[in-house]
């Protein structure tokens, strides 16, 4: 159990500690390795936004004198956590958002369930400064909270966007790039990677469908599918590795973070057929690596990557990935063009350092 400390009067809580939540926490404490760290497991998402705050409890009670900051992310309610700690009402409040529930896709809009948004709310509204991660996630956030209360039968709020913007924020995940990438030659054949949660919201479906039609036309390629897998994993996935394994490089998450970024810089463009995504850090990962990244020109990756690197239909994708397989050195040439137009420094850690000092009042 972490004991207050003396020398930076900074609480952080991450209520959901795994994966990109975990890596920024780690970050901040660089800054701030004397604050005070109250975390929760990263397992069952769904309960920790109900009941995180009440999880929390006995962590929050070791708290015993008045908090000047308080940095906390969007996963379980603010007004709750600061209500069972009174050490941590008067503090100066930060809340960042790594994603948003007011627009995270679902089968059916009425199955939506009301109380995750709402907490995103609440929390932002007791906020004294709210950031995002992404342009995206932020007008997607503030751009439909007046539509999402206008779900309530009566009473319904009036402005409570306008409250939320004028203290809302973007401030990119900082991702920690290597300082040098992997030598790269000219490919014999198309190494394709996709390295994104196994699950539903990232459309593997259409991932899938490409790597078929390509594979059916007699396109030559390898692929790596890479990203974290749950318990629940689209049927898809097997259903290609059974069929298809000669295709196949790489088939699952690597053991390291180093064996990852060294896997990808070996391969030649990076695809996101996502329907979810507020950031994007595999991409950034990859197209750092080397990698060519080709997604939807929809979610966060139209304000990251120029129109050379986006596609507009499943069809545009496909016919993409068919160019680079008759001609692999071609992504390799596109890469080095597109690589000029991104500053990377605007989303790694050594260039946003500093704001994170300034957020956190450690500067």
């Known amino acids: 159990m972490a004991m207050f400390a003396a020398k930076h009067n900074l609480v952080i809580i991450e209520m959901f500690q795994g994966g990109s939540h975990q890596d920024l926490i780690r970050q901040l404490l660089t800054l701030a390795p004397d604050s005070t760290l109250l975390t929760l497991t990263d397992r069952k998402w769904h309960w920790r936004a109900r009941c995180g705050p009440l999880q929390l409890l006995p962590q929050l009670q070791t708290i015993s004198r008045p908090v000047e900051t308080l940095f906390v992310t969007s996963v379980g309610s603010l007004p709750e956590v600061v209500a069972l700690c009174p050490h941590l009402q008067g503090a100066r409040k930060v809340l960042y958002f790594h994603e ?181 850090v595999a991409m950034l990962e990859g197209f750092w690596a080397g990698c060519l990244p080709i997604c939807p020109n929809r979610l966060s990756y139209p304000e990251i990557y120029p129109k050379e690197c986006l596609y507009n239909t499943p069809g545009q994708l496909t016919k993409q990935l068919r160019q680079f397989c008759k001609n692999p050195g071609l992504a390799r040439r596109k890469w080095e063009k597109v690589v000029e137009k991104i500053d990377l420094k605007l989303y790694s850690w050594d260039g946003l350092k500093e704001r994170y000092k300034e957020v956190l009042g450690v500067a």
């Not at 007791?126 to 909270?145: C, H, P, R, T």
């Not at 306008?162 to 790039?177: A, D, R, T, Y």
Request: proline residues 6%.
């Open 100 to 280: 948003n529930q007011l627009v995270y896709p679902t089968r059916c809009e009425k199955d939506r369930d009301f109380q995750y948004g709402y907490n995103q709310i609440m929390s932002a509204l007791m906020a004294d400064l709210v950031l995002f991660n992404s342009s995206y996630n932020l007008e997607s956030f503030v751009g439909n909270i007046d539509a999402f209360l206008n779900k309530m039968p009566d009473y319904k709020p009036k402005g409570t966007s306008q409250m939320i913007k004028g203290k809302s924020h973007v401030l990119h995940f900082p991702i920690e790039f290597p300082l040098k990438r992997l030598e790269r030659t000219v490919p014999e054949i198309l190494h394709i990677v996709w390295p994104h949660r196994w699950e539903h919201d990232k459309n593997p479906d259409d991932f899938f469908s490409s790597l078929k039609f390509l594979i059916s036309t007699g396109d030559k390629f390898k692929v790596s599918v890479l990203g974290k897998t749950y318990q629940d994993v689209p049927e898809v996935f097997e259903e290609f590795k059974s069929a298809h394994p000669d295709f196949i490089d790489q088939w699952g998450p690597l053991d390291s973070r180093q064996e990852y970024l060294n896997h990808l810089g070996t391969c030649d463009v990076i695809v996101s057929t996502a329907v979810h995504e507020f950031y994007g």
